[in-house]
């Protein structure tokens, strides 16, 4: 090397440093962008112990306000997160707890995988809770959960907890006491905005996510077969229908989309890849789908992770339906969502490679 190339590298060094001593960095030096969201699945059946366990070592309260157990995506390096903006956590109440009330500027849902009799409360609202139900819980707005049940109850949590505290906007708030007083009816907002089509007159609602807490599963499933005897639905999401705002349109939750799927056996989607982490529960059903040539076998209660753009499609080996949540309400208003096709192959990948679940060794 000539020595004019020696001292040129020499003097781009001491200029870095002194750059770096500015707390700067040369744009110029910057990596391209890499995406770290992994395609993962967690088995229910190796969590269900988990969570059983824990209601024997930590009991809910104030000094654990939620027994809950984090999904942790082993691509985003230790930010316990399933995708870079979305966790996913299996929550479990047994009967006779009650999991304080509180608010918090993030905004969570909740699928309902296992048991009855609890609730969950919102703003002086009760919603008692069956296997399927979708929950809401939106941003600032007080809520509580207890079990008048017998059983365990197991829910999935959905928050956009990683979102917002990139925004540096994460704030909560423990209510005074355990309960927030009930100060309506139980399911008072599905009598007043469950039909969808029709809107009280004197009922005003000024937020930005849904009046509603609870969407029950009996009524998604019923829409679902009927839609399924009509259409073929998108040949990558098979039969999907929204969670929506029954005021606006809009989705139910302000940063949240929520979704739930239909595939009817042997159904074999087409792949497809979009902007946006996505997180897939399964309700009930058999299958696989393959995620950038990987293949993942889900059952009942299991839960994965399709990372922005990611290819990815579906098997339904059983009648499958799937709960969906992703971050596509705030991608698509700034432009940032876009999605593709798979040209070849007739639209499908080749499996190179089967995911194994289970604990590291």
Same mark, same amino acid.
């Given at each position: 090397?000539?020595?004019?190339?020696?001292?040129?590298?020499?003097?781009?060094?001491?200029?870095?440093?002194?750059?770096?001593?500015?707390?700067?960095?040369?744009? $110029?030096?910057?990596?391209?962008?890499?995406?770290?969201?992994?395609?993962?699945? $967690?088995?229910?059946?190796?969590?269900?112990?988990?969570?059983?366990?824990?209601? +024997?070592?930590?009991?809910?309260?104030?000094?654990?306000?939620?027994?809950?157990?984090?999904?942790?995506?082993?691509?985003?390096?230790?930010?316990?997160?399933?995708?870079?903006?979305?966790?996913?956590?299996?929550?479990?109440?047994?009967?006779?707890?009650?999991?304080?009330?509180?608010?918090?500027?993030?905004?969570?849902?909740?699928?309902?995988?296992?048991?009855?009799?609890?609730?969950?409360?919102?703003?002086?609202?009760?919603?008692?809770?069956?296997?399927?139900?979708?929950?809401?819980?939106?941003?600032?707005?007080?809520?509580?959960?207890?079990?008048?049940?017998?059983?365990?109850?197991?829910?999935?949590?959905?928050?956009?907890?990683?979102?917002?505290?990139?925004?540096?906007?994460?704030?909560?708030?423990?209510?005074?006491?355990?309960?927030?007083?009930?100060?309506?009816?139980?399911?008072?907002?599905?009598?007043?905005?469950?039909?969808?089509?029709?809107?009280?007159? $004197?009922?005003?609602?000024?937020?930005?996510?849904?009046?509603?807490?609870?969407?029950?599963?009996?009524?998604?499933?019923?829409?679902?077969?009927?839609?399924?005897? +009509?259409?073929?639905?998108?040949?990558?999401?098979?039969?999907?229908?929204?969670?929506?705002?029954?005021?606006?349109?809009?989705?139910?939750?302000?940063?949240?989309?929520?979704?739930?799927?239909?595939?009817?056996?042997?159904?074999?989607?087409?792949?497809?890849?979009?902007?946006?982490?996505?997180?897939?529960?399964?309700?009930?059903?058999?299958?696989?789908?393959?995620?950038?040539?990987?293949?993942?076998? $889900?059952?009942?209660?299991?839960?994965?992770?399709?990372?922005?753009?990611?290819?990815?499609?579906?098997?339904?080996?059983?009648?499958?339906?799937?709960?969906?949540?992703?971050?596509?309400?705030?991608?698509?208003?700034?432009?940032?969502?876009?999605?593709?096709?798979?040209?070849?192959?007739?639209?499908?990948?080749?499996?190179?490679?089967?995911?194994?679940?289970?604990?590291?060794?």
């Amino acid at each position: 090397m000539a020595s004019a190339d020696v001292s040129r590298i020499e003097e781009l060094d001491l200029f870095y440093e002194e750059v770096k001593r500015h707390n700067s960095s040369p744009l $110029w030096l910057q990596e391209r962008q890499t995406f770290k969201t992994m395609p993962f699945l $967690w088995r229910y059946d190796d969590f269900r112990p988990l969570l059983m366990r824990a209601t +024997e070592l930590v009991p809910v309260g104030r000094s654990a306000e939620r027994r809950v157990l984090v999904f942790a995506n082993p691509g985003l390096e230790g930010r316990n997160s399933a995708t870079s903006t979305l966790l996913a956590n299996l929550q479990i109440i047994m009967p006779g707890e009650v999991a304080p009330s509180h608010r918090h500027t993030a905004s969570a849902l909740r699928l309902i995988i296992e048991g009855s009799g609890a609730y969950t409360a919102v703003e002086g609202e009760k919603s008692y809770m069956d296997p399927g139900d979708f929950v809401t819980t939106p941003n600032w707005t007080w809520h509580d959960h207890g079990h008048e049940g017998e059983g365990p109850m197991v829910w999935l949590d959905g928050l956009d907890v990683p979102m917002v505290m990139n925004f540096e906007a994460q704030f909560q708030e423990q209510y005074p006491e355990d309960k927030q007083p009930i100060t309506k009816a139980d399911d008072a907002s599905m009598r007043l905005f469950g039909a969808g089509t029709l809107r009280p007159t $004197w009922v005003h609602h000024d937020g930005v996510h849904s009046p509603l807490i609870n969407y029950k599963f009996a009524h998604v499933y019923e829409v679902l077969t009927t839609l399924a005897k +009509e259409s073929d639905g998108s040949p990558y999401d098979a039969i999907t229908v929204e969670y929506t705002n029954p005021l606006t349109g809009g989705p139910a939750l302000a940063t949240i989309g929520c979704f739930a799927s239909l595939m009817q056996p042997g159904r074999h989607t087409k792949a497809h890849r979009h902007t946006g982490g996505t997180v897939y529960h399964v309700i009930e059903g058999k299958g696989y789908s393959v995620i950038n040539g990987k293949r993942f076998d $889900w059952g009942r209660k299991d839960t994965f992770v399709v990372p922005s753009w990611a290819w990815h499609e579906h098997v339904a080996e059983a009648e499958s339906v799937l709960f969906v949540y992703n971050d596509w309400p705030v991608l698509q208003p700034l432009g940032l969502f876009r999605e593709e096709a798979y040209a070849e192959r007739d639209g499908h990948q080749a499996v190179t490679d089967t995911f194994v679940a289970g604990p590291v060794s």
